[in-house]
Nanobody
Framework: VQLVESGGGLVQPGGSLTLSCAHSGSIFNLYVMGWYRQTPGKQRELVAT???????TYVDSVKGRFTISRDNRLKTVTLQMNSLKPEDTAVYYC?????????WGQGTQVTVSS
């Protein structure tokens, strides 16, 4: 299984970005999908997760600003990020898990700066 992210970049505070992740495997709807982020010197932090048929979960710092969604037919997961803050700057990683096996994308840089 390969996870390929796209959509990172530079945005001003208060702006928006959309991250997308394409999943190459089968039975996508059985995967828990999500997004993590990491800044230098810190541990990777869970941002949002979404099961195939469940409700999303978010870290408190992004609630009300970020929205995770998935398209089981296209096998993609998207993270819509609004009202971005400088502290959202990080490398964002797409994550997938099924049967206790984890998969990671290569990461995409998001920089929030004026």
């Amino acid at each position: 299984v390969q996870l390929v992210e796209s959509g990172g970049g530079l945005v001003q505070p208060g702006g928006s970005l959309t991250l997308s992740c394409a999943h190459s495997g089968s039975i996508f709807n059985l995967y828990v999908m999500g997004w993590y982020r990491q800044t230098p010197g810190k541990q990777r932090e869970l941002v949002a997760t979404l099961k195939g048929g469940g409700s999303p979960t978010y870290v408190d710092s992004v609630k009300g600003r970020f929205t995770i969604s998935r398209d089981n037919r296209l096998k993609t997961v998207t993270l819509q990020m609004n009202s971005l803050k400088p502290e959202d700057t990080a490398v964002y990683y797409c994550y997938g898990k099924k049967s206790n096996v984890e998969y990671w994308g290569q990461g995409t840089q998001v920089t929030v700066s004026s």
